[in-house]
């Protein structure tokens, strides 16, 4: 069974402009949450949705936004990028949402470089 | 505020040797907590999970060990091979709902 996925592998933009990264779960996964992780660092939670729904925020400026579609892969986007937003963003996956969480599973990431 | 914090930043240890990596954690409430490695240029991969309802688990070659009395985790590894060179992180989860917090890391280097 093929495992998170997330598009693109590497990108780099410069400050000011805006960029869309993409994650496809894991099949039958209804979960999907999205990590910054800067280098040396651990990930910090971005956001959670499921069933299409915003269901957790994490400490993040409004230039950051996500939305998850019928299939459950899920869209963040970031909005005029700083230097600041370099970074590996990380996109996880777990069956459902529940009480006392759900195992998640990382996907590869996308390293976003902003010049 | 919530955190998930380590002891060691980083831990080098011979071929075959047994491995403790250590974690402390400041919400008591956590109730979920789980292990990743973490290989240059991939993502964090789950190595095993505890609830707070537990005191240890076992997985292969891998040992999880939970003292919410001092609010502690440690994640031993028996046998640690070059494989197993990599940073390793805990993670809570805040009053469920699939938000994780995580450490810094601690970087195990596995030497022959």
């Known amino acids: 069974d093929a495992g998170v996925t997330q598009s693109p592998t590497h990108l780099i933009k410069t400050r000011g402009q805006h960029v869309t990264l993409r994650c496809s779960p894991i099949?039958?996964?209804?979960?999907v949450s999205w990590y910054q992780q800067v280098l040396g660092q651990g990930p910090q939670f971005i956001f959670q949705y499921y069933e299409k729904e915003e269901r957790g925020r994490g400490n993040f400026p409004d230039r950051f936004s996500a939305r998850q579609f019928p299939n459950y892969s899920s869209e963040l986007n970031v909005n005029a990028l700083l230097l600041g937003d370099s970074a590996l963003y990380l996109c996880?996956?777990?069956?459902?949402?529940?009480?006392?969480?759900?195992?998640?599973?990382f996907g590869p990431g996308t390293r976003l470089t902003v010049l | 505020g919530e955190s998930v914090g380590l002891h060691l930043p980083t831990l080098s240890v011979q071929e075959g040797d047994n491995s403790i990596i250590n974690c402390a954690y400041s919400n008591s409430a956590s109730d979920y907590f789980i292990w990743y490695k973490q290989e240059s240029g991939k993502g964090p991969q789950f190595i095993i999970d505890?609830?707070?309802?537990?005191d240890k688990r076992q997985g292969q070659r891998v040992t999880v060990l939970l003292n919410k009395t001092v609010k502690h985790l440690s994640l031993q590894i028996a046998a640690t091979q070059p494989g197993d060179s990599a940073v390793y992180f805990c993670?809570?989860?805040?009053?469920?709902?699939?938000?994780?917090?995580f450490g810094a890391g601690t970087r195990l280097a596995v030497h022959p």
């Open positions: 099949s039958g996964h209804k979960s």
């Open positions: 996880a996956s777990s069956p459902r949402q529940i009480q006392g969480a759900d195992t998640q599973y």
């Open positions: 505890i609830r707070s309802n537990m």
């Open positions: 993670a809570e989860d805040s009053g469920g709902y699939n938000k994780l917090i």
